[in-house]
């Protein structure tokens, strides 16, 4: 049962990973933002920085991501839902929103299989990442609640 999330706890979490992905994509500026300069609306400003509109579009992405995750993997649908159909279920609605984003806002030519192919490797590979990692949590997360439980239970026992 997950605790009860307050406004801050969510604008924490929305935050955080937008900080992740502005230094994702600063990481990619600087690598190949000037061979993307006039291709992609993301890297205009070549290996110089990320525009404002460019920000505002990644906020406006992590929002949606956010409302998809919270949804999802809410105390709601773990009882209802098998926890891989509901990742396969967000992935599915993450990589349909980035590719309406990248339509929108001409993050690259839409008739670029080049730059489709690049879209989903690399979204691919930062997904993986982030399943690992959330994977890394979860068992360290559930290690410290048994800890917990037999600490608990040995006391317990002591007591009696």
Request: negative net charge; glycine residues 4%; charged residues 20%.
């Amino acid at each position: 049962m997950e605790e009860k999330k307050t406004v801050l706890n969510y604008l924490a979490e929305l935050f955080a990973s937008f900080g992740i992905i502005v230094v994702i994509h600063m990481i990619i500026a600087l690598a190949v933002g000037n061979e993307a300069k006039g291709y992609s609306s993301i890297f205009e400003f070549g290996n110089r920085g990320l525009s404002l509109y460019t920000l505002a579009e990644l906020f406006g992405l992590n929002v949606v991501i956010h409302v998809f995750s919270n949804l999802l993997f809410s105390d709601r649908w773990i009882k209802t839902m098998p926890m891989i159909v509901r990742n396969i279920i967000f992935f599915v609605a993450v990589t349909v929103t980035i590719m309406i984003f990248a339509v929108l806002f001409g993050w690259f030519p839409i008739d670029d299989i080049h730059a489709w192919v690049g879209f989903f490797v690399s979204f691919t590979i930062c997904s993986a990442v982030a399943v690992v990692l959330s994977r890394i949590k979860e068992t360290s997360e559930n290690e410290k609640m048994n800890r917990a439980l037999e600490n608990y239970m040995k006391n317990k026992m002591t007591d009696e």
